[in-house]
């Protein structure tokens, strides 16, 4: 990258880390990271106000391309700086890992209640702790199972493990990097404990489809080493930041009822819920058996309405799951955009669109619309959304690192091929001389 963009990105970065906390208790006298404790500092929910990141800094560029990502991820890990460009824009087979510190801490996410992943698990987390000295981070419902809470051999291990809980415990500053067991909603899981900067991402394929799982288990303790040592590349997978502003239903019921409010508020009390979505945002008719009828802005101004089941919000990384079964086209992560994909619409003419990254997006209920919609983000958080109520989408500036088995590239047309079947049909024969002959 050419030292213009460099410049344009490093006080980004330096900003953001300084309004972060510190990583260690040194810096703050907070509580040491001692093996075995389960630590309680206290986490607001993502889903209210208080957990909206303050982070003045990062406004959007009302560039068409997008605000400029962060390049540090977690405490100690970020992007290593490439002076060569094509086109002032970085080749993505040249993004690689680098780390300001040797990592010390690793946060294992595992899928819930999958039996196949007990013995991987385990093995993992023996190497990480007694062969790496890592620090291991387990969330507590993992080792509530009783598979492993009954395992005598276990035992010994899981004392050296910090556990948290999702929602009440914040280790956004105390993970150096994360490793993933399971399928691509375990990368999805990921994301979603993570509101700003997310450590790197490393996957392990032992789900089910495995898209956005390049790494096999097989050869699980030569790869996680290169990782440590900082050999590795990246790809910087781009989230929506999703903001929903939702009516008090209980003073629309008390104007509904023609009483007099006297409390002096102009406007009904809103609450804000903010979220980081890696895959896509889903608007739908939910139960109901109406259209959903939903009006769609673009940067403040109305562009259509979205007669149908709904309509998808997504990334590139999300192209090639909900999206593309509704008849998107799927896009690599580095492009910069967003797409918006109607779900069965009443319309022949309402086609897929792709649209800037940098735009803002605005979806809200139709005054004609005959009953609400429901939003979900990543498929969790499911929601109802009423009149009045606002869901805003943007490029999120914290994108999520995903460490690449190959490269970026070569990764991405390898999960097509294998997990898609991208273009798979059996070959035309060729001619034969006495047909040539013919034609």
């Known amino acids: 990258m050419e030292n213009s963009e460099e410049a344009s990105w490093t006080p980004k970065s330096e900003t953001c880390m300084e309004s972060l906390p510190h990583c260690c208790s040194a810096c703050d006298n907070r509580e040491s990271l001692i093996p075995g404790k389960t630590f309680r500092?206290?986490?607001?929910?993502?889903?209210?106000?208080?957990?909206?990141?303050?982070?003045a800094e990062f406004r959007r560029t009302q560039s068409l391309h997008g605000p400029s990502p962060v390049t540090t991820f977690g405490p100690k890990a970020c992007m290593l700086k490439n002076p060569k460009a094509v086109m002032h824009i970085q080749d993505p087979a040249s993004q690689r890992l680098t780390w300001n510190k040797p990592p010390k801490s690793v946060l294992v996410i595992k899928k819930?209640?999958?039996?196949?992943?007990?013995?991987?698990?385990?093995?993992?987390?023996i190497f990480l702790t007694e062969q790496k000295n890592m620090i291991v981070y387990v969330e507590r419902k993992v080792l509530e199972d009783p598979a492993i809470a009954n395992d005598e051999s276990f035992v010994a291990v899981k004392k050296n493990f910090c556990t948290f809980r999702e929602d009440f415990d914040d280790i956004s500053n105390r993970v150096d990097f994360i490793i993933c067991l399971g399928g691509d909603g375990t990368l999805l899981y990921a994301s979603?404990?993570?509101?700003?900067?997310?450590?790197?991402?490393?996957?392990?394929?032992?789900?089910?489809?495995?898209?956005?799982?390049?790494?096999?288990?097989d050869t699980y303790q030569s790869q996680v080493t290169q990782v440590i040592e900082g050999n590795a590349a990246i790809i910087l997978r781009s989230r929506l930041k999703v903001k929903v502003v939702k009516e008090?239903?209980?003073?629309?019921k008390t104007k509904e009822m023609n009483l007099i409010i006297t409390n002096g508020d102009a406007e009904p009390s809103r609450k804000t819920m903010q979220h980081q979505v890696l895959n896509e945002v889903v608007v739908d008719r939910g139960p109901s058996s109406y259209l959903s009828n939903v009006d769609l802005f673009l940067d403040g101004h109305l562009i259509t309405t979205v007669q149908g089941d709904g309509v998808i919000v997504s990334t590139p990384t999300g192209s090639t799951a909900y999206a593309v079964a509704a008849g998107a086209s799927m896009i690599h992560p580095n492009v910069p955009a967003i797409l918006i994909t109607p779900i069965c619409p009443h319309s022949l003419s309402f086609r897929p669109i792709v649209v800037p990254a940098g735009v803002e997006l605005k979806i809200m209920l139709s005054r004609e619309?005959?009953?609400?919609?429901w939003v979900s983000f990543d498929g969790r958080k499911r929601q109802e959304i009423g009149h009045g109520d606002s869901i805003t989408i943007t490029t999120s500036c914290f994108p999520v690192p995903s460490i690449c088995f190959r490269d970026p590239v070569n990764d991405w047309f390898e999960s097509l091929a294998q997990c898609l079947h991208w273009n798979v049909r059996?070959?035309?024969s060729h001619l034969s001389s006495e047909e040539e002959e013919e034609f």
């Not at 509101?195 to 390049?214: K, R, Y």
């Not at 008090?248 to 629309?252: A, D, G, T, V, Y």
């Open 41 to 55: 500092k206290p986490k607001a929910r993502s889903m209210s106000t208080s957990a909206v990141p303050s982070c």
């Open 112 to 125: 819930i209640q999958d039996v196949s992943l007990l013995q991987p698990f385990k093995e993992l987390c």
């Open 192 to 217: 979603s404990l993570f509101q700003e900067s997310v450590p790197p991402v490393m996957a392990f394929h032992l789900g089910s489809l495995g898209f956005l799982t390049p790494f096999n288990f």
């Open 248 to 252: 008090s239903r209980e003073k629309s």
């Open 369 to 373: 619309a005959r009953n609400n919609a």
């Open 426 to 428: 059996k070959k035309q």
